[in-house]
């Protein structure tokens, strides 16, 4: 064998046991959460809110949890593609001759993406100590919308960077304004990009727990208006890890399970709303 | 002074006849000029080709010409440019009316994320036609303009990305002119184009010139010979030779063109 075939192989192997490793991996974590979730998860795990007692042994559910991480996830993704959307179609549409302009944004967004969470919550903290507002599901959205507000529009972005500037030529020549332009033809042009960094935003909102700690508190009940404190299940999943009881600890991959299983769930709506549009946009 | 007048008729008679005037164009990006001084008349209701070679400015004075060149990073343009006796450098405003007067075909065709139906239906219902009735006239009638209808009339309502790619250059010809342009901009549109499809684009050109002025860039010598009616040849970024076919390509005067003319046979 010569030296060429023997690197190939070399680093044929390597991928594969690297490749293999990871799926290994990945499937032993959700092994480990479907078995040991499913082993405690019951029906009042879902429907009822925590008794009295519940981190300590007593029944009880995570409803509190579960309705407040996706009220804080629905809200902050919302918050995200409202500020997120104009941003991008701005920079890819209005901006595009002022690429020094465009770039300096997209910079500064990168850092954004890459500001840990924990500052999010902590400067909103500081934020509302100044106005003397107190943890709330608002102050929750609001932060966690800021959180993933970079990394919707980033990701967003990086789909629509990639239109072929012909269209953007081909679109002006037809007299429609920037507006139409953003909208119509390069909104509707990526949707398909625009459904997974909204997917991305959402799995980044409900699976976060430092930046709500501080803004929307912790409650054992589910939240009924935007300024009641709300519970998350990573939150949740963190208190009941937490427990000295093995009971409560065992409970803890049941809200694990509950997560896992609401992002799939999400995952797959948006693939399937994803193939059909696809089928039809493009 | 007989050859005076007769100078000065032929001015008149240019100038009367002609859509668009350029003066002392000049497109620079950066400090770097792409178009140098463009004096030129192009003529109402001809086909005027535009030649030359590769990266000689042909494209940047055709986009000029609806201004496309605003899109354009660093960029900057200085003379005037006047269509029907308007400067559209010179207003700010109404930009999207201007550039509606002229139909754009680029290098490859760039149809609309959405139907075949509602590539037509999308500039005319954002130049405020509303009547579903009158709009599916219209998209029937610029299909057949341009030969399409017979090809897609069973299938108007799915994806346009899954014609042919000359079907697609036909589709955004016919979606150009639902908007109703006096002028056809059309840069290199056969380049991406089998022959068949190619020569059904240039007998287009021969028949749309009687309701439209169609200026063509290319850098097919045969193309030229076949449709212009009035040639520019252009090098480096400059206006080298104009005229009539018949002068430009069977007595050139500038060594450059006859060089381009000898390397193209």
């Given at each position: 064998?010569n ?18 490793g990871?799926?290994f991996i990945f499937?032993y974590?959700l092994y480990?959460i479907?078995k040991?979730g ?17 981190y300590?042994g007593n ?9 407040g991480?996706?009220y804080i996830?629905?809200?902050?993704t ?5 500020i997120?959307l104009?941003?991008?179609l701005l920079l890819?549409v ?6 020094k302009?465009v770039g ?5 967004l990168d850092?954004?993406?890459g500001i840990?969470?924990?500052i ?5 903290f ?5 106005l003397?507002?107190q943890a709330?599901?608002?102050?929750g959205?609001i932060?966690v919308?800021?959180?993933i ?8 972005d990086?789909?629509v960077?990639?239109?072929a500037f012909?269209l953007?030529?081909a679109s002006?020549s037809l ?6 332009i953003s909208?119509?033809?390069y ?5 398909p990009?625009?459904?997974?960094a ?6 980044r909102a ?5 930046s709500?700690i501080?803004?929307a508190g912790?409650?054992d009940?589910?939240?009924?208006h ?6 998350t ?11 000295p ?5 065992e409970?803890?991959f049941a809200?694990t399970?509950?997560?896992?299983i ?5 995952s797959?709506?948006?693939?399937i709303i994803?193939s059909?549009?696809k089928r039809?946009?493009l | 002074m007989?050859?005076k007048e007769?100078i000065?008729d ?8 002609s859509i668009i005037?350029?003066?002392n164009?000049?497109v ?17 209701n001809k ?13 940047t004075?055709?986009?000029?010409l609806n201004r496309l060149t605003d899109?354009?990073?660093n ?22 009316r201007?550039?509606q007067k002229?139909?754009?075909l ?14 037509i239906s999308f500039?005319?219902?954002?130049h ?5 009735k ?5 998209v029937e009638k ?6 399409l209808w ?6 108007l309502?799915?994806s346009?990305?899954?014609?042919s ?5 036909r589709?955004c010809l ?11 901009l059309?840069?290199?549109p056969?380049?991406?184009?089998d022959p068949i499809s190619?020569?059904?684009?240039e007998?287009k050109?021969?028949e ?8 063509l860039?290319?850098h097919i010598l045969?193309?030229a010979?076949h449709?212009?009616?009035h040639?520019?040849?252009?090098y480096d970024?400059k206006?080298v ?9 069977n007595d ?7 060089a381009y ?5």
């Amino acid at each position: 064998m010569n030296r060429k075939k023997i690197e190939a192989s070399f680093f044929r192997y390597l991928f594969a046991v690297v490749t293999y490793g990871i799926i290994f991996i990945f499937v032993y974590i959700l092994y480990v959460i479907f078995k040991r979730g499913f082993h405690s998860i019951s029906w009042s795990m879902i429907s009822e809110e925590p008794k009295g007692g519940f981190y300590m042994g007593n029944g009880g559910g995570v409803l509190n949890a579960i309705v407040g991480s996706f009220y804080i996830a629905t809200g902050a993704t919302i918050l995200a593609v409202i500020i997120g959307l104009p941003v991008v179609l701005l920079l890819n549409v209005h901006l595009v001759k002022y690429k020094k302009l465009v770039g300096s944004i997209r910079f500064l967004l990168d850092i954004l993406w890459g500001i840990p969470s924990i500052i999010y919550g902590a400067f909103a903290f500081v934020v509302m100590t100044w106005l003397h507002l107190q943890a709330s599901l608002l102050a929750g959205i609001i932060t966690v919308g800021f959180l993933i507000f970079p990394i919707f529009a980033r990701a967003f972005d990086e789909v629509v960077r990639t239109t072929a500037f012909g269209l953007l030529e081909a679109s002006h020549s037809l007299g429609s304004n920037h507006t139409e332009i953003s909208y119509l033809i390069y909104f509707k042009r990526n949707l398909p990009g625009f459904i997974t960094a909204f997917l991305l935003a959402f799995g980044r909102a409900i699976g976060d727990a430092a930046s709500v700690i501080f803004t929307a508190g912790y409650t054992d009940h589910v939240p009924m208006h935007l300024s009641d404190p709300a519970a998350t299940l990573p939150l949740s999943i963190f208190f009941q890890l937490s427990s000295p009881i093995a009971s409560v600890k065992e409970r803890a991959f049941a809200s694990t399970l509950l997560l896992t299983i609401i992002i799939l769930v999400i995952s797959i709506i948006s693939r399937i709303i994803y193939s059909k549009i696809k089928r039809y946009a493009l | 002074m007989h050859y005076k007048e007769e100078i000065l008729d032929t001015v008149v008679s240019l100038k009367t006849d002609s859509i668009i005037s350029i003066r002392n164009l000049n497109v620079y990006i950066g400090s770097q000029p792409l178009l140098k001084n463009i004096n030129l008349e192009i003529p109402r209701n001809k086909i005027t080709v535009i030649l030359g070679p590769s990266g000689c400015g042909k494209t940047t004075l055709l986009k000029s010409l609806n201004r496309l060149t605003d899109l354009q990073h660093n960029l900057k343009t200085t003379g005037e440019i006047f269509i029907d006796e308007e400067d559209i450098l010179l207003s700010k405003d109404e930009l999207t009316r201007k550039r509606q007067k002229m139909g754009l075909l680029s290098q490859r065709p760039f149809p609309l994320p959405m139907s075949i139906y509602k590539n037509i239906s999308f500039g005319l219902k954002i130049h405020g036609l509303a009547n579903k009735k009158n709009i599916d006239t219209k998209v029937e009638k610029y299909l057949r303009e341009v030969g399409l209808w017979e090809e897609v009339k069973d299938r108007l309502h799915t994806s346009a990305s899954r014609l042919s790619i000359g079907q697609q250059q036909r589709l955004c010809l016919a979606r150009g002119l639902a908007v109703g342009p006096e002028i056809i901009l059309a840069d290199e549109p056969t380049s991406a184009l089998d022959p068949i499809s190619s020569r059904k684009i240039e007998e287009k050109f021969i028949e749309l010139k009687n309701d439209y002025t169609v200026i063509l860039v290319t850098h097919i010598l045969r193309q030229a010979k076949h449709l212009a009616d009035h040639v520019i040849f252009m090098y480096d970024g400059k206006v080298v030779e104009q005229g009539s076919p018949n002068k430009l390509f069977n007595d050139p005067e500038t060594e450059i063109l006859k060089a381009y003319i000898e390397v193209g046979h």
